[in-house]
């Protein structure tokens, strides 16, 4: 099994261990329960951005008029009830913004150059979005004593975009259009040139100006496909002058 297949069945594996985990605890269903359930995860957010995760299960229920025994019936514990609010954030935050990078993806012709860069420019924007760095610099301040929630964050962060760009990446390489060996390895160096400094920038709390992170990214994407494109005229011509 390649990197990339098991990448993809690992990270599958944990969504369904997360449903199966669910489904053990009889989460209560329904329109009314479901209303409780929104709640309680806009109240601990609110918490927890406030007052990281020593925010108290008493106050979130109190915030979201609910008892403290239905925030446990629904998620079981803080700790599940934190993961849950990463996960609903990150989906709300980045959810268009994988749609998009997907549509772009798709249609993927021979300008490889202009889609990852659409493509990245994409990435930034919602990993960027204040409300996905709140959240990535208040997981970070736990992971001394949480330290499954650094690899929960990167699934559901930066690393739901693994598995469409692997798969296009793939698509590429059977068209003869890149020479990739290790399409993991491939991914993490195209992140690393084009969303990562982003990553560092903000966990000390500063950010890299508009200009500057799009030259961050036509640059990246241009070292990028130097590295991995086939030699000879039957490569994508780069124009380092663009």
């Not at 934190?82 to 959810?95: C, T, W």
């Not at 208040?138 to 929960?152: D, I, K, N, Y």
């Not at 739901?160 to 060996?181: C, E, H, M, S, Y």
Request: aromatic share 8%; with cysteine; net charge negative.
């Amino acid at each position: 099994m390649n990197s990339t297949v098991q990448f993809i069945v690992t990270y599958i594996g944990a969504m369904v261990k997360q449903d199966g985990d669910r489904e053990l605890r009889r989460v209560p269903t329904g329109e009314r329960a479901e209303r409780k359930r929104v709640a309680i995860t806009q109240a601990a957010r609110e918490a927890f951005l406030r007052d990281g995760f020593d925010a108290s299960v008493d106050d979130i229920s109190a915030r979201a008029n609910v008892s403290k025994v239905t925030v446990y019936n629904h998620f079981g514990n803080k700790e599940a009830l934190f993961n849950a609010v990463v996960r609903e954030a990150l989906d709300q935050a980045l959810s268009g913004t994988l749609a998009e990078a997907q549509s772009h993806l798709d249609a993927t012709t021979d300008d490889i150059r202009a889609t990852l860069i659409v493509t990245a420019q994409s990435w930034v924007r919602g990993v960027t979005d204040p409300s996905v760095i709140a959240l990535r610099n208040l997981v970070t301040g736990q992971l001394h004593r949480f330290p499954e929630l650094g690899p929960a964050w990167r699934e559901l962060g930066p690393g739901r975009f693994f598995p469409l760009l692997a798969t296009v990446l793939d698509q590429l390489i059977q068209r003869g259009q890149l020479v990739i060996p290790d399409i993991e390895v491939a991914v993490i160096h195209l992140y690393g040139l084009t969303l990562y400094p982003h990553l560092v920038y903000s966990s000390y709390g500063a950010a890299i100006d508009e200009a500057l992170a799009d030259h961050l990214i036509t640059t990246g994407v241009d070292m990028f496909l130097t590295y991995y494109c086939p030699p000879g005229p039957t490569g994508p011509g780069i124009d380092h002058q663009r």
